[in-house]
C-alpha cells in the first residue's frame, strides 16, 4: 500500500537523519581505528547504541500498529512484509542482539570468541546489505518521486543500522 505523497512528519524526518548520522558515525570510527575493535568494552557500548536505535523503531511501529500518531508517519511507510509476520522476526533480532550485546558487555561467552574468518563475512555482507539498501533507496526516490526524500525511508535506514551493526561485529571478530 502506499500513500499519495509523502507524509513523514517532521520529527520522524530528523529522527530518521539523526539515526543514520549515528549509524554512519559508528562505522566511521571503527573504519577509521578510532574505536579499539580488539576490546568487547569499547564495542559493547556501540552494540548497544545500535540496538536500542532498532528498539526504537520497532517500539514506534507499534504504536502506529496500536493507534496513529501525529508524529509519526502511517503504517504503509513502516515495512514491506506483513506486520503479523515482521514483529515476531524483529523481537528474534533484538533477542540475538541482546544476548551478544550481554557478552560484549562481560567480555565472556561463545559470542566474544573471535573468527577472521567469521569476520570477514560479517563486514563483506554488512557492506554489501548497506549498498543494497542503498540501491533500494535510490529506485525508491526513482519510483516514487512525490516522496522524496523521506517517504517510506523507514525500513531502509532501519537496515543501515543493522548492517553498522554487524560492521562492528566483523571488525571485533578480524581484529587480533
Known amino acids: 500500500m502506499s500513500g ?6 517532521l520529527p520522524t524526518r530528523v529522527s530518521l537523519l539523526v539515526v543514520l548520522a549515528m549509524a554512519a558515525a559508528t562505522v566511521g ?30 517500539a514506534g511501529q507499534v504504536l502506529v500498529a496500536l493507534r496513529p500518531r501525529a508524529w509519526l508517519p502511517p503504517m504503509w511507510q513502516w515495512n514491506l512484509i506483513p506486520y503479523p509476520v515482521l514483529l515476531p522476526i524483529q523481537i528474534v533480532i533484538i533477542g540475538v542482539m541482546v544476548w551478544i550485546n550481554l557478552a560484549f558487555s562481560t567480555a565472556s561467552g561463545i559470542a566474544v570468541m573471535r573468527s577472521s574468518g567469521s569476520g570477514n563475512l560479517l563486514i563483506l555482507f554488512s557492506v554489501v546489505y548497506a549498498l543494497v539498501m542503498a540501491i533500494r533507496y535510490g529506485v525508491r526516490m526513482r519510483r516514487r518521486p512525490d516522496q522524496r526524500w523521506f517517504g517510506g525511508t523507514i525500513p ?6 543493522l548492517a553498522s551493526y554487524l560492521y562492528t561485529l566483523g571488525c571485533f571478530y578480524v581484529t587480533p
Request: proline share 10%; hydrophobic share 65%; glycine share 4%.
Open 4 to 9: 499519495p505523497s509523502d507524509t513523514t512528519p
Open 29 to 58: 570510527m571503527l573504519f577509521l581505528g578510532a574505536i579499539d575493535a580488539a576490546q568487547p568494552a569499547a564495542i559493547a557500548p556501540i552494540l548497544w547504541l545500535l540496538t536500542g536505535l532498532f528498539v526504537l523503531r520497532v
Open 156 to 161: 531502509i535506514v532501519f537496515h543501515f543500522v
